[in-house]
């Protein structure tokens, strides 16, 4: 069975300043995809990016970016430069074989001005 | 880009009647659609996976015959709560995955807006 990890129930970083939301994940399959997702208090879920299983280069969206580390099995996001706007939480998710998203437990993020 | 929308947006209704909630994509055809059940603060929670003229297939635990999903065209499912009961109450969100054939990358869910409920 699938199963994603996200073991920071809260985090607070300063404006301006990087923050990295931590995602492991397990799975037996050789192909999977990899999501991250930005939940404000008006409860859209808002794609922010993609990893998979076989891309060899870590994601890149902007601010965000996704540390694929396959052997340790983690899909860490990185949000640089972080604005008042990224207080929100935050969802890593796998897509399973039948294209099922399973979703960890969920960070909350609050940037500090 | 890609638009799911969800209807109501937020309901109140009283124990014991049913409640339906839709879900449309509004500019690409989904053969799959997702529904999803979420507490405040916590995970989102699968309940049933809706093919296009097919039956639905529920998650272990989601008891099929109060959570009516009927996925009657390309564009729309509905998820229908009969005799709800204030432990329904909950934020409630949908999902639509791309035909394979449809220039939309057939990889990407994307999510309605949520519909909340509330059972008095």
């Known amino acids: 069975a699938q199963k994603i990890t996200q073991t920071q129930p809260g985090m607070f970083v300063q404006e301006k300043e990087a923050v990295t939301l931590d995602c492991t994940y397990d799975?037996?399959?050789?192909?999977?995809?990899l999501f991250w997702y930005k939940q404000p208090s008006s409860g859209e879920m808002i794609f922010l990016i993609y990893q998979g299983s076989y891309d060899e280069q870590n994601a890149t969206e902007g601010r965000y970016s996704l540390n694929f580390q396959k052997a340790r099995k983690s899909a860490n996001l990185v949000i640089s430069a972080s604005q008042l706007g990224d207080s929100a939480m935050y969802f890593c998710?796998?897509?399973?074989?039948?294209?099922?998203?399973?979703f960890g437990q969920g960070t909350e993020l609050s940037v500090k001005p | 880009g890609a638009v799911v929308s969800q209807h109501p947006s937020r309901v109140i209704c009283k124990s014991g009647t049913s409640v339906k909630i839709e879900c449309r994509s509004l500019?690409?055809?989904?053969?799959?659609m997702f529904w999803y059940r979420q507490f405040p603060k916590k995970s989102l929670m699968l309940m049933a996976t809706?093919?296009?003229?097919?039956?639905?297939?529920?998650e272990q635990g989601v008891e099929k015959d109060k959570f009516l999903i009927n996925h009657a065209s390309l564009t729309l499912s509905t998820l229908t709560v009969t005799s709800a009961h204030p432990e329904d109450s909950s934020f409630y969100i949908c999902s639509a995955r791309a035909t394979p054939y449809h220039n939309r990358d057939y990889n990407e869910q994307f999510f309605g807006p949520g519909t909340r409920l509330t059972v008095l």
């Open positions: 809706s093919n296009e003229g097919s039956k639905a297939t529920y």
């Open positions: 799975t037996s399959d050789q192909s999977y995809g």
């Open positions: 500019d690409f055809q989904a053969t799959t």
């Open positions: 998710a796998m897509r399973d074989p039948g294209g099922k998203l399973i």
